[in-house]
């Protein structure tokens, strides 16, 4: 089946920092989603993303699909962020089955 | 504001009893999945429904897990009996085309 990777697994920001996660994954997808898992385990959905680009707020995602990566920026971190974050995607034979990456795990300091 | 509901939120209960948890999908959505998710294997897929009728559910052991949807708005998800290693969190989803949508989950424990 498809692989996805995750990177950094951790990282420690101060509150006001920008970051950029990474999502590699195998093979073509379908669809290609980001959520935030927030310290309640709630997973919040942020993009909708299977190429292109999209903003919203002070996040913003890109995915190239012929080069099989996406980015999550996160700019002016704030503690609200923390949390972890999650790649999942729909590869290309697996009709809406997710397959998610290990996550992120974002701190974010005051 | 639509969104997908399961009850219960938290459930906790001894080796062996039967463990029935449910969701509610957004309106109108025909596709429905339940992820688990634990440390060790992370999120992965159970099953997964479409207007109602199973699609997939290799992911699920066949002899305790059973999943369902008796009618559109209702999604279950059955262990029968339930052990210590089904202790984990249950998601359910939906999704119109292909973008999905969580609920809150249910917390299991099997002690």
């Known amino acids: 089946g498809i692989q996805v990777e995750q990177s950094p697994p951790d990282l420690i920001l101060q509150e006001g920092a920008n970051s950029t996660l990474r999502c590699n994954f195998s093979?073509?997808?379908?669809?290609l989603q980001w959520f935030h898992q927030n310290p309640w385990g709630q997973l919040i959905n942020l993009f909708y993303?299977?190429?292109g680009t999209k903003q919203n707020g002070r996040l913003s995602a890109t995915t190239v699909a012929t080069e099989r990566y996406s980015l999550l920026y996160i700019s002016s971190s704030q503690t609200t962020d923390s949390g972890v974050y999650f790649c999942a995607v729909v590869g290309g034979t697996s009709y809406g089955k997710l397959t998610f990456g290990q996550g992120t795990i974002l701190t974010v300091h005051p | 504001d639509a969104r997908v509901t399961q009850t219960p939120r938290h459930k906790v209960t001894e080796m062996g009893q039967e463990v029935t948890m449910r969701c509610q999908p957004i309106?109108?959505?025909?596709?429905v999945f339940w992820y688990r998710q634990t440390m060790m294997q992370g999120l992965e897929l159970l099953a997964y429904f479409r207007n109602r009728a199973p699609l997939d559910d290799s992911g699920m052991p066949k002899d305790r897990f059973s999943a369902e949807m008796p009618d559109a708005t209702l999604a279950t998800l059955k262990i029968q009996p339930s052990e210590p290693r089904d202790s984990a969190v249950y998601f359910c989803?939906?999704?119109?085309?292909?973008?999905?949508?969580f609920g809150p989950g249910t917390r299991l424990t099997v002690l």
């Open positions: 309106l109108g959505h025909n596709t």
């Open positions: 093979d073509s997808v379908n669809n």
């Open positions: 993303i299977p190429s």
């Open positions: 989803a939906s999704g119109l085309r292909e973008e999905q949508f």
